[in-house]
């Protein structure tokens, strides 16, 4: 069964440094992956996907995530954070069910950017 | 393009109230999704529609939640009567043919 675990609940940065958000995930098979952001109270925005193109993957705002096979990771990142990127992230794999994609989210990460 | 519309954005009711919350999805979507967000459960789907027809409702928790797509423009979802424990914030969204999911603002719940 398809599964993501994400493997901070909380993490914190300062403006002007990398970020990172760890995404393990579980599949029988090549996953399709995704990461979502969800500002205070508004819906989820899709970053970026990965669906067996390049393992490189490159999402809107600067983030981009790594599919690693031998990890079964799919870890997001951004070089330099902006106070804007403070966010919940959620990590995503998707999982064919009854002809069609079924989405399972991971816990999410939430994302703090301080001055 | 609007996005997905969702309406009321927040919902308060005593228990044992009916409560309904309303979905708009893109013009042109023919899949629609009604999601549930909680902190102890995180994101879970609810219900799946595909040309206006429930396909996998698996995810509804009991038979007090009941969801309807009309047409193409809009769906409900319903929940009668409604108990604290439903107090969540429920989205629904909406793609074309399995592509990418576009999510709603969400429709806070809060049953007293």
């Known amino acids: 069964a398809q599964s993501v675990t994400q493997l901070d609940s909380h993490v914190s940065v300062s403006e002007g440094t990398p970020v990172l958000l760890r995404c393990n995930y579980s599949?029988?098979?090549?996953?399709?992956l995704f990461w979502y952001v969800q500002h205070p109270n508004k819906g989820l925005q899709l970053l970026l996907k990965?669906?067996?193109?390049?393992?490189l993957v490159k999402g809107i705002n600067g983030f981009e995530a790594e599919f690693k096979k031998s990890e079964t990771s799919f870890h997001l990142t951004k070089p330099s954070a902006h106070m804007s990127d403070a966010a919940e992230y959620f990590c995503v794999v998707s999982r064919t069910s009854g002809g069609y994609n079924k989405l399972i989210f991971g816990a999410g990460t939430r994302l703090a950017v301080h001055p | 393009d609007a996005g997905v519309i969702q309406s009321p954005r927040h919902e308060v009711t005593e228990m044992g109230q009916e409560v309904t919350l309303r979905c708009k999805p893109i013009?042109?979507?023919?899949?629609l999704f009604w999601y549930r967000q909680t902190m102890m459960r995180g994101l879970e789907l609810l219900i799946y529609f595909n040309n206006n027809v429930p396909i996998d409702d698996s995810g509804m928790p009991e038979d007090r939640f009941s969801a309807k797509m009309p047409n193409a423009s809009f769906s409900t979802l319903k929940i009668q009567p409604s108990e604290p424990r439903d107090s969540a914030v429920y989205f629904c969204a909406s793609s074309l043919a399995g592509a990418e999911q576009f999510f709603g603002p969400g429709t806070r719940l809060t049953v007293l």
């Open positions: 599949s029988s098979y090549s996953p399709s």
């Open positions: 013009s042109g979507h023919n899949s």
């Open positions: 990965y669906t067996s193109a390049a393992t």
